[in-house]
């Protein structure tokens, strides 16, 4: 079975400060998919990253970055210098192919002005 | 290029009556996939199709939901006999082929009453 842990409900920062939102998997496969989505108040899903299970590199994205790592079983995702914009609800998910993910609940990001 | 439409976007059904809910893939996409929110939790998965077929319906309850992508036209995503533990929201998503990233609607939010 798989399962994802985003033990953070909310975050509430104040712009310009950092915010890192905490993923943990649990997976018996081997080989597997990790994502992130972000999903703003319009209500889509918006696709942020997809790293597989033998890629470890550290990946940045201009503000955003992510750190996996396996021997935690972590997959954590920082927003840096945050705007208001970046309010939204962030998944992270977690899959053994590319279409049957399993989502966390989810972390509602708020970045006050 | 339009994303993915789902409609509507809020539908109201009392207990026993029929949901339909509505999704247009990316232009250019031939699989479909559905997924389910219940409050307070992450989405889940239901079911797979790719025109005309079901290639993955694990997800699906086993009575009274029921899907389709047919050759022309929306994917249908069919709630027979509705009760309130339907309530949630439904995401449609579409990718050009099955081994490509996802692309969300909107989400259908369903009630009952």
């Known amino acids: 079975a798989q399962k994802v842990t985003q033990a953070q409900t909310e975050i509430s920062v104040v712009e310009k400060e950092d915010v890192t939102l905490d993923c943990v998997y649990e997976t018996r496969d081997t080989t597997y998919y990790l994502f992130w989505y972000k999903q703003p108040p319009s209500g889509e899903l918006v696709f942020l990253i997809r790293?597989?299970?033998?890629?470890?590199q550290n990946e940045i994205s201009g503000r955003y970055s992510w750190n996996f790592q396996k021997s935690t079983s972590s997959f954590n995702f920082t927003i840096t210098a945050s705007q208001v914009v970046d309010s939204a609800v962030y998944f992270c998910a977690l899959s053994f192919n590319d279409y049957k993910l399993s989502f966390g609940a989810g972390t509602t990001v708020t970045v006050r002005a | 290029n339009a994303g993915v439409m789902q409609n509507p976007r809020h539908l109201v059904r009392r207990r026993g009556q029929e949901a339909r809910l509505r999704c247009s893939p990316v232009?250019?996409?031939?699989?479909v996939y559905w997924y389910r929110q219940l409050p307070e939790e992450g989405l889940k998965f239901m079911v797979y199709l790719q025109k005309e077929n079901i290639i993955d319906e694990s997800g699906m309850p086993k009575e009274r939901f029921s899907a389709e992508f047919p050759k022309e036209g929306p994917s249908i995503l069919r709630i027979q006999q509705v009760v309130r533990g339907d309530s949630a929201a439904y995401f449609c998503?579409?990718?050009?082929?099955?081994?490509?990233?996802?692309?969300f609607g909107s989400g259908t939010q369903l009630s009952v009453l």
């Open positions: 232009k250019g996409h031939s699989h």
């Open positions: 790293r597989n299970s033998f890629d470890e």
């Open positions: 998503a579409s990718s050009r082929d099955g081994n490509e990233k996802l692309f």
